[in-house]
């Protein structure tokens, strides 16, 4: 997998965090958009009913005042000044039914001038089926874009048999407007609750999981070496999975302690017989001992190969220990500088002091032991060594010398995957078969090259274990 796909992966992991916080959103969201538009509505009805009262109001004083004179009605007069205003936008007419639908106006206010009120050909109808219910509707007015709001009531006045209709209208540009006023207030505060609703969420959400993310924290510390159990503590629901989860590393210590100790018994085990073969040879000879010999060597040889595989392979899969190489790397270097003494060999070493393998001291010894020893060994005088962080959880080795070194065609072979390094072959050096099984039981690699100083380049990839 490549970079950008393994991006891509760990971003399409389902988050429960995530998951928590859209869905909290997400229905905060679609409250607070519904309780919005049912306070908008709410708030026009209320508007539009105070509105209705204030026309249904005018009507009443309409029909109290009007009187009928040699068969004429006649209007009251009315003090509303507005109604006295030509084209002011407070309307009212007093109309009878017309026998074809729609009405006739008898009386209309001067503020109507030469215009008449526009209302639906079925007002008749709909305010004779409920004679004493006002109807309100809207209509247009006089003026080009004019809206009115109009209330219309179907009563009857002394002096005179036919019915009436008394309609009373005014412009709806105040209520538009202070419903608009009002729809705009409502958006912002909703809006500023929304952006207050998040943030709630994301704390909640982050104290709510608090707990998960810190025993995230534990078991990486665990894994890390830097604990040996989980031993924070944690709420109800997660006790029992903690519980679990300090079992199953007590378990897996376990485990590999008894490896290990199946290990050194087997060692023994095979060991012993293949020394009393070796010696028993020794003190016959002859061709059959020498056969005897030699592969009896093998056989040690290959015990010593799997076991050693197998012990670090257990190590590697038990619990984590942290072991600082620049203190190794010191201790190897003035060691081997007195065993090669005579060849006049300096060792020149470097590496950080917070840098620490993820292993035990003594398989890391081992790797860098040997590599060192062989570059001491084919050498003339330098060997440089550099350990180095290689990412959060990887560290190299690098070990150099000004040798003879191999050729490419050589490192090629040694470093096919799953080659056996032959520790025999010339200029390989001993160890290097160590070196491979060893970091290979950590996952790691060893990669031959060229040295800057004209010999055989040493790097191993090694686990690291975090500051």
Same mark, same amino acid.
């Given at each position: 997998?490549?970079?950008?796909? @393994?991006?891509?992966?760990?971003? @399409? ?41 204030? #026309? ?17 009605? #006649? ?8 109604? #006295? ?5 407070? /309307? ?29 050909? &079925? ?15 809207? $209509? ?35 209520? &538009? ?56 503590? /944690? ?34 085990? #095979? ?30 040889q290959q015990v010593d190969h799997h076991l050693r595989r197998a012990r670090a392979a257990a190590r590697s899969q038990g ?43 003594? &398989? ?37 010398? &000004?040798?003879? $070194? ?5 490192? %090629?072979?040694m470093v096919q995957r799953g080659a056996r390094l032959d520790e025999n072959a010339p200029g390989s050096g001993l160890g ?9 039981? /950590?996952? @790691? ?9 004209? $010999? ?9 274990? %975090?500051?």
């Open positions: 997998m490549t970079a950008a796909g @393994g991006v891509m992966a760990r971003l @399409g992991r389902p988050s429960l965090a995530r998951r928590l916080v859209i869905l909290a959103v997400g229905w905060s969201f679609a409250a607070l958009v519904i309780s919005a538009v049912v306070l908008a509505l709410l708030f026009q009805q209320a508007a539009l009913r105070r509105f209705d009262a204030q #026309l249904s109001d005018l009507i009443d004083n309409l029909i109290s005042g009007s009187t009928v004179e040699g068969g004429e009605v #006649l209007a009251p007069a009315l003090t509303d000044l507005r109604a #006295l205003r030509a084209y002011s936008g407070r /309307y009212w007419a007093i109309t009878e039914p017309k026998p074809g639908g729609g009405v006739r106006t008898l009386v209309p206010s001067r503020s109507l001038w030469d215009s008449e009120l526009t209302v639906p050909s &079925d007002l008749p109808a709909r305010l004779r089926a409920q004679p004493s219910k006002p109807i309100a509707f809207d $209509g247009p007015g006089p003026q080009p874009g004019e809206r009115l709001r109009l209330v219309a009531r179907w009563t009857t006045i002394p002096g005179r048999e036919t019915p009436l209709i008394f309609v009373a209208a005014e412009n709806r540009l105040p209520i &538009d407007r202070e419903v608009r006023n009002f729809l705009t207030a409502t958006a912002i505060f909703f809006a500023l609750l929304s952006g207050g609703l998040i943030v709630a969420v994301f704390v909640q959400v982050r104290v709510g999981l608090e707990p998960l993310f810190r025993l995230r924290s534990e078991v990486a510390e665990v894994r890390r070496g830097k604990a040996e159990r989980l031993q924070g503590a /944690y709420p109800t629901e997660l006790a029992p999975l903690t519980d679990e989860l300090n079992a199953l590393v007590a378990h897996n210590q376990e485990t590999v302690e008894r490896q290990r100790t199946h290990v050194g018994n087997l060692a023994h085990a #095979l060991k012993t017989p293949i020394s009393v073969m070796i010696t028993e040879a020794s003190q016959r000879p002859g061709a059959l001992a020498d056969v005897v010999t030699r592969q009896a060597d093998v056989m040690r619990q984590g220990e942290r072991t600082p190489v620049a203190e190794v790397l010191d201790e190897l270097s003035r060691t081997l500088e007195k065993i090669f003494r005579s060849k006049g060999v300096e060792i020149d070493w470097d590496a950080p002091d917070d840098l620490c393998f993820l292993g035990e001291r003594q &398989d890391f010894m081992e790797i860098a032991g040997n590599a060192m020893e062989n570059a001491g060994k084919f050498g003339r005088r330098r060997v440089r060594v550099r350990a180095e962080a290689a990412g959060p959880e990887r560290m190299r080795l690098t070990v150099e010398d &000004d040798g003879p $070194g191999l050729t490419p065609e050589q490192r %090629e072979a290097l078969s160590i070196i491979d099984e060893l970091a290979r039981a /950590y996952r @790691g690699e060893l990669m031959l090259g060229e040295s800057r100083l004209g $010999g055989l380049l040493v790097s191993v990839d090694l686990p690291r274990a %975090e500051a």
